[in-house]
């Protein structure tokens, strides 16, 4: 695997911090010379809805990251996936998705995508050397799963998905274009939630989708101006500002997170502890990671002991993002996952007792002091 460059991050300098009044000033523009300005030119800016330069940047900035040369920026990582299938799905198409998929994918697949004529199936992680596509456009998976932790071979599911004309498409958000860059391996889309390690300050709810191909970025940049998902010009500034400590930030997380899964592997009140440096094995494709962020999942058994020990941490919040400069800790089984009985639980192989935790960038000392002193009180 290639290696991160950082000097990406330096491309497509942002000088624009006034991009929410530039399209006023270019509509007058458009109006005197309509012919130089057209809808279906990214970069004419004739109305912020349909492109903006502060946001074009940061497209590019983020395309580059990921090993793309274009991409599209949405309001959020949800629109990024929402205008992503629908961009290549309508009427009688059909489509294969992972189980383990974030809640909020789930639930646009439950409840939106078979209003619109789709047909959706699933297949897990588990089961992926059984997967019969079956005339399915598109398969759609995530390449570390939340909240725990399998890693999805995306070389294995490209190889496959070409062979019978499907494209595959990776929500790439838990391991980040730093850690991980699933184009590389054969995915046509990678998806990212930016609210997560991009932004990586837990005060920007944005979403991207990048590719090769640039007729599928052109699709889907229609889908997201056509049904409004376009993100806020200053938050997508913000974005910018924060790409440039990427590359920091993801090291920190990666190193504090394999340590403390070490520390708790090695704990005797934690009965299980999941995170991808602990594997025996895993696809070769990640094999090259420099690591795998910020998030540890951990099984305390009983929600009772899990609750002790969430209530007693003074440096971790319980609080349900992942993925910013301050580690966060939560118990699925409250919270993303509080909709299932007890019979979904098993199935989704989620214990009661199940902790999930996103180590921070703070002190790595500090940090594994706090969880020892609330597993003493367990
Ligand atoms: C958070 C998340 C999303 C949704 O992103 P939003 O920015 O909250 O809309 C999608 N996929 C994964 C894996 C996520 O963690």
Redesign the pocket.
């Known amino acids: 695997m290639k290696g991160f460059s950082t000097r990406s991050i330096h491309i497509g300098e942002i000088h624009q911090l006034d991009s929410i009044t530039t399209p006023i000033f270019q509509t007058a523009n458009f109006l005197m010379n309509p012919s130089k300005y057209k809808v279906d030119n990214r970069d004419s800016y004739i109305y912020s809805r349909i492109s903006n330069p502060t946001v074009r940047a940061v497209e590019q900035k983020l395309a580059n990251l990921c090993g793309a040369k274009e991409g599209v920026l949405f309001s ?6 929402t205008c992503s299938l629908l961009s290549v799905l309508s009427e009688n198409d059909r489509a294969i998705f992972l189980t383990e ?2 809640g ?2 789930h639930s646009l697949i439950e409840k939106v995508l078979p209003t619109l004529g789709i047909q959706c199936d699933f297949f897990s992680v588990d089961e992926i050397s059984k997967l019969s596509l079956d005339g399915a456009k598109v398969v759609y998976v ?1 390449s570390l799963t ?1 909240p725990l932790l399998k890693l999805t071979d995306v070389e294995y599911l490209a190889r496959i998905a070409h062979e019978n004309g499907a494209l595959l498409f990776v ?1 790439n ?2 391991l980040s274009p730093y850690n991980f860059r699933s184009l590389e391996f054969g995915a046509d889309l990678e ?1 990212h ?4 390690y991009i932004n990586g300050h837990s005060d920007v ?3 991207f989708a990048t590719s090769k191909d640039e007729n599928l970025i052109n699709k889907i940049w229609q889908k997201m101006y056509t049904l409004g998902f376009n993100p806020n010009p200053f938050e997508a500034y913000l974005v910018a500002r924060s790409v440039k400590t990427l590359a920091l930030r993801m090291e920190k997380h990666n190193h504090n997170a394999k340590q403390i899964a070490e520390f708790l592997s090695s704990h005797d009140k934690v009965v299980d502890v999941r995170y991808p440096s602990l594997y025996k094995q895993i696809p070769s494709c990640y094999e090259g990671c420099p690591g795998f962020g910020a998030v540890v999942y951990c099984d305390f058994l009983t929600q009772e002991n899990a609750l002790r020990f969430v209530e007693n941490l003074k440096i971790f919040k319980q609080a349900t ?3 910013g400069v301050e580690s966060l800790v939560t118990i699925p089984s409250l919270t993303s996952h509080a909709s299932l009985n007890d019979e979904q639980l098993k199935k989704a192989q989620i214990s009661k007792g199940g902790v999930r935790i996103s180590v921070g960038v703070e002190d790595l000392d500090d940090l594994i002091e706090d969880l020892s002193q609330a597993l003493y009180k367990i």
């Not at 959020?76 to 996936?81: F, P």
């Not at 939630?193 to 997560?196: D, G, M």
């Open positions: 959020s990582g949800m629109g990024a996936i998929l974030y909020g994918t995530e939340n929500d958000t838990f998806i939630s930016v609210t997560k709810i944005l979403g993002s992942l993925a």
